[in-house]
């Protein structure tokens, strides 16, 4: 068999390579190989498909900006396509004194990384979550949500099927 690219695995990396080159090299063959029977069957189908918002994260790092760049690329991706969202947002509370200066530097990271989270008091919270217990106030991150990684992983799959892309499934990487 030859290919422009090969790609070994058909998870959401591998399914995500393969869009970038297609629209970089639309003439190009690509090829992705993937060890079982369907895409999505390890990591990227067993995932919580929690977009994260990046607040956790040192300000200016690589993985808050992965986090809030991906979470809104990933949103418009669904949104574009139809996909499931579920906009569950993310409390973080606290339990004591010392845990609401952990909730104050996160608000810190979370403005340094250009990402929307709100210090929020216990009456907010109880309006946003009856069940969620805080001592003094809470972290809301109203940008955090869920996704199906499965569905998007399919839909990815026929998307890439749709533009020549070849996916071998059953098609373990055995040598060079």
């Given at each position: ?10 998870g959401?990396?591998?399914l995500?390579?393969?869009r ?6 639309p003439?190009?063959s690509?090829t ?7 895409v999505?069957?390890h ?40 996909l499931?969202i ?5 409390l973080?509370?606290?339990s ?18 250009s ?13 946003i979550?009856?069940n969620?217990?805080?001592?003094e106030m ?9 996704v199906?990684?499965v ?16 996916i ?9």
């Amino acid at each position: 068999m030859n290919t422009d690219f090969l790609i070994i695995g058909g998870g959401i990396i591998g399914l995500s390579i393969a869009r970038r080159l297609k629209g970089a090299f639309p003439k190009a063959s690509i090829t992705i190989i993937e060890k079982e029977s369907e895409v999505a069957r390890h990591a990227s189908g067993r995932n919580s498909g929690v977009l994260h918002a990046g607040f956790y994260y040192t300000a200016d790092s690589l993985k808050a900006k992965f986090c809030r760049d991906g979470n809104i690329a990933m949103r418009a991706y669904c949104e574009e396509n139809g996909l499931k969202i579920n906009p569950c947002h993310k409390l973080v509370v606290a339990s004591n004194a010392k845990e609401v200066e952990g909730l104050k530097e996160l608000k810190r990271r979370g403005d340094a990384n250009s990402v929307a989270v709100e210090l929020i008091n216990e009456q907010q919270v109880a309006s946003i979550e009856p069940n969620a217990r805080t001592y003094e106030m809470a972290l809301f991150s109203p940008s955090t949500v869920t996704v199906d990684p499965v569905q998007i992983c399919y839909h990815m799959r026929d998307e890439l099927l749709n533009t020549g892309v070849q996916i071998l499934t059953s098609h373990p990487y055995k040598k060079r």
